[in-house]
């Protein structure tokens, strides 16, 4: 009996870790994105997924608790985040792409400051949480244990964003073109292409993922002002050990964290947040360019 | 063929300042002593950062986690062990120098950006670990109320005691910097390449660098030890990284007393604008912005400019822009 209780905590453990993992992965994604074309570290990415999670549950709690209003909060805050990233874009960080990238990096560190006491501004310190719709409330009995429908539905849109992504930058011109640019974006303005706005769509669509991570995370967290910390952290750990640029490198840095945060609760509850640290402190020790290679 | 070591004016300045300053608290009231104690201390950690970035082009992203480290391991020593309280300052930059040795081992196998990407991983576990390590670091609320020597337990003992190590610190940089390992550091950071090709070790030198960088943000954690007589976790954070980078691109890179220009400034805007609103960040990212765009050498770097300017306009040849050396 007691075998089989601490086998379903150790399941639905792994289950709340995996999920995790999945909404560190859409953010990290959007991260790796962004860092393999543009080559920029996007400190502002924490920020966006708050904004992401703010805007999440003012959109839902404006519907007043419909269902529908979920699934536009899904879709609106990372629209709302995408409009956000796209205008300092074209109104800043266009102008310093020929800089060092020092300068870039600084500029994104300035935009998360910015960001940061502007969220503070509009939404102030209380915690927040949003309700998911009726369908994915509650649990599923699997094996005798009670997992969480959410953390379920998480599994799901997680691998859903990989593919996608995964697509856009592989099957797409826009996607070919991105890549390209990353690379030698001189021969491919030569070529007749308009790079700014190139980079100025992958920062968007990079941007995009923060947001769409931030409206995913919001029924699970209580949402709140010092949550861009926290996950941009991680965010840059996943991105390093699994391969600058390498998206499936993201899923697996992502899945790596999660499960090891997770399983650690069960070992040491206070270290758990220590257990992914030195994962990555392993890892990197070892490859010190991150598990997957760089696809860029 | 070692340069001639005459005192140039700016040097001459500097050492008249420094002097000056020890009879600050004579004449300045308590608050604007400690304040002068923060930007001593704050400007020693940025220009321990702009020794590696601006000279030795190396993306040290995470230097306050060595600034941390100093100041952590300064007041477990004075609280936890029985040593004396001076020895435990002195195990602040040295504990800081072996945390960077053994980072910096790590890092240096990598080029520029996972550099900067691997030392922000690395950093974060040391800020974790005094964050959560409560029954060492006492967590998030941190070690308060380190007993110090008599000597420096009062304002005015610590401001002195302050003065006089930023003062030696910065005379071992300025001389690290003018020697010929300053000059292969900045060789290297222009071109790595070329300096491997005549048979420079890049990353040894890089090495120590970076050793001698993270002592001394290790002496400026030290140092707050000294003027507060605590430490916190936030001391570790990245954010407060990336601070120290505004302070050095503010100050101006390339040049010697830029960082501490920089920290300056900032430390006396939080004050003023921190006392105004509680949207201070705002007030940084909207500085930094500023600065990136309209101001990206810093206030030093326009002087440094001038004279350049000056110079060519007078017919001399002018050295190279961004070989300016240290002072």
């Given amino acids: 009996m007691e075998t089989a209780l601490s086998l379903s905590s150790a399941l639905s453990q792994l289950l709340v870790g995996l999920s995790r993992a999945m909404i560190l992965f859409i953010v990290a994604s959007g991260l790796s994105f962004i860092l393999g074309v543009l080559r920029v570290p996007n400190v502002a990415h924490g920020s966006l997924y708050m904004i992401g999670a703010f805007a999440a549950h003012t959109i839902a709690t404006t519907l007043g608790g419909h269902p529908a209003g979920f699934w536009l909060a899904m879709l609106g805050a990372p629209l709302i985040v995408g409009g956000i990233s796209l205008a300092a874009e074209r109104l800043l960080f266009r102008h310093l792409y020929e800089r060092e990238h020092l300068m870039l990096l600084l500029f994104t560190f300035g935009l998360a400051l910015i960001l940061g006491d502007l969220t503070k501004m509009v939404w ?102 010092g949550m861009d910390h926290t996950i941009i952290i991680e965010a840059f750990l996943i991105v390093t050990i699994g391969g600058l640029g390498n998206i499936w490198g993201a899923l697996v840095g992502s899945l790596l964290f999660g499960v090891t945060q997770s399983l650690g609760v069960l070992l040491l509850p206070q270290f758990a947040i220590v257990f992914p640290y030195l994962a990555v402190v392993v890892i990197l020790t070892l490859k010190p360019t991150g598990l997957l290679r760089s696809v860029w | 063929m070692r340069p001639q070591r005459t005192l140039s004016p700016a040097t001459l300045w500097a050492l008249g300042l420094w002097l000056a300053l020890f009879f600050a608290p004579l004449v300045a009231g308590r608050f604007a002593v400690y304040l002068l104690g923060v930007i001593l201390v704050t400007g020693l950690l940025a220009m321990s950062l702009n020794l590696l970035v601006g000279h030795g082009g190396a993306y040290q992203f995470h230097h306050a986690a060595f600034y941390g480290v100093g100041a952590y391991t300064a007041a477990l020593c004075i ?88 003062g030696l610190c910065l005379l071992a940089m300025h001389r690290i910097l003018a020697s010929p390992f300053g000059t292969t550091l900045r060789a290297i950071r222009d071109n790595p390449q070329r300096c491997a090709a005549v048979g420079i070790d890049v990353r040894r030198h890089q090495l120590a660098a970076i050793v001698i960088a993270t002592f001394f943000a290790g002496v400026a954690g030290s140092l707050f030890v000294v003027l507060e007589g605590s430490v916190f976790p936030d001391m570790l954070f990245w954010v407060y990284s990336l601070e120290i980078f505004i302070m050095c691109l503010l100050g101006g890179w390339f040049t010697f007393f830029g960082p501490m220009l920089g920290a300056a400034i900032i430390v006396l805007l939080r004050t003023l604008v921190g006392g105004m609103t509680e949207y201070w960040t705002l007030v940084l990212g909207v500085v930094l912005i500023g600065l990136i765009f309209f101001l990206p050498e810093g206030i030093m770097g326009i002087g440094h400019r001038l004279r350049l300017y000056r110079r060519r306009a007078a017919g001399a040849p002018s050295p190279r822009e961004n070989g300016h050396a240290a002072g």
């Fill in chain 1, 124 to 225: 102030g310190a209380d915690y927040r949480s949003i309700v998911p719709p009726p369908f994915l409330q509650g649990s599923l009995d699997v094996l005798g244990t009670a997992l969480p429908r959410y953390n379920l539905f998480l599994l799901l849109v997680g691998p859903a964003v990989a593919v996608a992504l995964w697509l856009v930058s592989t099957k797409t011109r826009f996607g070919r073109i991105a890549r390209a640019a990353a690379v030698d974006r001189e021969m491919v303005g030569a070529l007749g292409i308009h790079v700014s706005w190139v980079f100025a769509w992958a920062f968007v669509l990079g941007c995009v993922l923060a947001g769409l991570g931030g409206a995913l995370v919001s029924p699970t967290i209580s949402v709140t002002l």
């Fill in chain 2, 79 to 166: 609280t936890k062990t029985g040593l004396p309280a001076w020895a435990g300052l002195a195990a602040g930059p040295l504990a800081a120098a072996l945390a960077g040795l053994l980072i910096g081992s790590l890092c240096i196998r990598l080029n520029k950006l996972y550099f900067g990407m691997i030392q922000i991983s690395l950093g974060s576990l040391l800020w974790i670990l005094a964050l959560r390590w409560y029954s060492l670091t006492n967590g998030d609320d941190g070690i308060h109320g380190i007993p110090l020597p008599e000597a420096i337990a009062g304002p005015g003992g610590a401001f002195a005691c302050i003065l006089a190590a930023v």
